[in-house]
């Protein structure tokens, strides 16, 4: 009996020091982006995210020096999501983690970012050395540039414009004719008004993957974010969001 319960106080201390480990949403986020981070990813994954058991986490490609900046994008009973920001040599990539409560601990569901955009920063980087752009190659490059931006970026872009894009707003109720003219000054591909009387405004993107503002009417429940879909969803200010999608 005494060996058993040797055992059995060995095998609760040394066999899952990982479920105590990722109790923390936030600390699971930030092992997946540290070198080595995850020990045990059996334990620390769900979902599709079982398919990359013997995959590096991407903590194991990043150079120790790599800033990164973690943010709780949404939280609910069972599943939270996460937004990364990862900086390095002044290049930023904004990563969204999708994460399930499960009896034992947190688990990351899914790792998204937004997706098909060498295509944009190969026309970008095209435009930017060349000498008098066209007016239309001039729209091109500034929505390329934006579509390819941080979300640190996209939210100061509207804070700066926001004037301008309470303004469409309103000449989208009323109609205005000039909507469009008003759109491709702010560098966007589309507006417009969606069943709920939220605003849609476009930058652009690559095949489903997009990204945009979205205006959303007080009273109006914002959507919710899923990894394969609405990737990210964050508040700028008053009624305003930027959104990815996928």
């Known amino acids: 009996m005494h060996r058993r319960l040797s055992f059995l106080i060995v095998l609760l201390t040394i066999g899952f020091p990982c479920f105590a480990q990722y109790s923390d949403p936030e600390a699971l986020v ?54 990364v920001a990862v900086e390095q040599k002044g290049d930023v990539t904004d990563w969204y983690i999708f994460l399930k409560k499960s009896d034992t601990g947190w688990r990351i569901a899914a790792v998204r970012s937004l997706a098909l955009t060498e295509m944009i920063r190969v026309m970008v980087g095209m435009l930017k050395v060349k000498e008098n752009r066209t007016a239309e190659e001039e729209r091109y490059f500034r929505q390329g540039q934006l579509i390819i931006s941080s979300d640190a970026q996209l ?13 469409l707003v309103e000449a989208l109720k009323k109609s205005d004719p000039g909507t469009d003219e008003k759109a491709k000054e702010l560098f966007l ?14 930058i652009g993107g690559m095949v489903d993957n997009f990204v945009g503002y979205l205006y959303i009417p007080d009273g109006v429940p914002p959507p919710v974010m899923t990894s394969d879909e609405l990737i990210y969803l964050e508040k700028i200010i008053g009624n305003w969001y930027l959104f990815k999608t996928t």
């Open 30 to 83: 930030k092992a997946f982006f540290q070198p080595q981070g995850i020990k045990d990813k059996k334990s620390a994954y769900v979902d599709e995210m079982l398919s990359h058991l013997n995959d590096p986490t991407l903590g194991d490609y990043l150079a120790k020096e790599t800033k990164k900046e973690y943010r709780l994008l949404a939280s609910y009973p069972d599943s939270c999501v996460f937004a």
């Open 189 to 202: 591909s589309s507006v417009k008004q969606l069943e709920n009387g939220s605003v849609e405004f476009m």
């Open 155 to 167: 939210k100061s872009n509207l804070r700066q414009n926001l004037e301008k894009f309470e303004n």
